[in-house]
């Protein structure tokens, strides 16, 4: 959580020096070669929130468990698992546009997840339920291009979220989208469609007491069992200063997100 409150207070830090005497913003850099051919740019700087919802199922690969510091050993064949996720994200988001086309970003915020472990060995079933909060920071980029009303644009971000096991998580996120640009009561609208693929497979580490008071040691290999995520949304310019944008989407296997981000620029 430091670490990524730290990288926000970074790159504002250095907006005073992409401003000349007059406060007026060198940034984007090749603005004017844009607005030279009517591209309308956005002011420059953005703060805001990211609130995203996602469930989804997950894949367990594989359990292994030592006692009182042994090496962990995989868990016999005999015993089944599966699990859910139910992530509830509150991100604080930072951007700046350093190119017309190119925009970078950084976040930092907390998560609440939810997930169900069903464990199956020979006829039996059990269900184990948990509460796990966090937090997560990182850094991201975006790539915008067009032409005439049409844009596409490709982002991908890499994150690390404190869960509260032995190793942080580390995750890429890649989507691309495809849209149309136009305006709606005079104001700038985007529309567009996306795919989005989640590299969150990671192993969690930890240790547990056990009730006879020796320690567990644990490595479970777990990541979405359906990577994919395919979607829609859009971005509504409320006023010159203020975006609203709203992404929903499935991985068409029972799981879906939903995002919502309001962002101030300037």
């Given at each position: 959580?430091?670490?990524?409150?730290?990288?926000?207070?970074?790159?504002?830090?250095?907006?005073?020096?992409?401003?000349?005497?007059?406060?007026?913003?060198?940034?984007?850099?090749?603005?004017?070669?844009?607005?030279?051919?009517?591209?309308?740019?956005?002011?420059?700087?953005?703060?805001?929130?990211?609130?995203?919802?996602?469930?989804?199922?997950?894949?367990?690969?594989?359990?292994?468990?030592?006692?009182?510091?042994?090496?962990?050993?995989?868990?016999?064949?005999?015993?089944?698992?599966?699990?859910?996720?139910?992530?509830?994200?509150?991100?604080?988001?930072?951007?700046?546009?350093?190119?017309?086309?190119?925009?970078?970003?950084?976040?930092?915020?907390?998560?609440?997840?939810?997930?169900?472990?069903?464990?199956?060995?020979?006829?039996?079933?059990?269900?184990?339920?948990?509460?796990?909060?966090?937090?997560?920071?990182?850094?991201?980029?975006?790539?915008?291009?067009?032409?005439?009303?049409?844009f596409v644009a490709g982002d991908v971000n890499g994150a690390r979220a404190?869960?509260?096991?032995?190793?942080?998580?580390?995750?890429?996120?890649?989507?691309?989208?495809?849209?149309?640009?136009?305006?709606?009561?005079?104001?700038?609208?985007?529309?567009?469609?996306?795919?989005?693929?989640?590299?969150?497979?990671?192993?969690?580490?930890?240790?547990?007491?056990?009730?006879?008071?020796?320690?567990?040691?644990?490595?479970?290999?777990?990541?979405?069992?359906?990577?994919?995520?395919?979607?829609?949304?859009?971005?509504?310019?409320?006023?010159?200063?203020?975006?609203?944008?709203?992404?929903?989407?499935?991985?068409?296997?029972?799981?879906?997100?939903?995002?919502?981000?309001?962002?101030?620029?300037?």
């Open positions: 959580m430091r670490q990524g409150a730290a990288l926000l207070l970074l790159l504002f830090a250095a907006l005073p020096v992409l401003a000349d005497d007059s406060g007026d913003s060198r940034l984007p850099f090749l603005g004017d070669e844009a607005r030279k051919r009517g591209i309308e740019l956005p002011p420059p700087y953005g703060i805001g929130l990211v609130y995203y919802k996602l469930v989804r199922d997950i894949d367990i690969k594989q359990v292994r468990v030592g006692r009182n510091g042994a090496t962990p050993q995989p868990v016999p064949d005999f015993a089944q698992f599966s699990s859910n996720s139910n992530v509830n994200n509150v991100n604080l988001k930072a951007d700046v546009w350093i190119l017309p086309f190119l925009n970078v970003y950084g976040i930092v915020g907390t998560i609440k997840n939810k997930s169900t472990t069903n464990i199956s060995i020979g006829n039996k079933s059990y269900s184990v339920p948990t509460k796990i909060d966090g937090s997560v920071a990182g850094l991201g980029l975006t790539l915008a291009g067009g032409y005439k009303a049409f404190d869960l509260g096991f032995d190793d942080k998580f580390k995750a890429v996120i890649s989507s691309g989208r495809f849209g149309w640009f136009g305006k709606i009561g005079g104001r700038p609208m985007r529309v567009w469609a996306n795919a989005t693929y989640w590299s969150t497979f990671a192993t969690a580490r930890g240790s547990v007491v056990d009730s006879d008071g020796s320690t567990l040691n644990f490595e479970v290999d777990q990541g979405p069992k359906y990577p994919w995520t395919y979607g829609a949304g859009f971005n509504y310019n409320v006023r010159p200063w203020a975006d609203m944008s709203v992404d929903v989407g499935s991985d068409f296997h029972g799981g879906w997100y939903v995002a919502l981000v309001p962002v101030f620029r300037f």
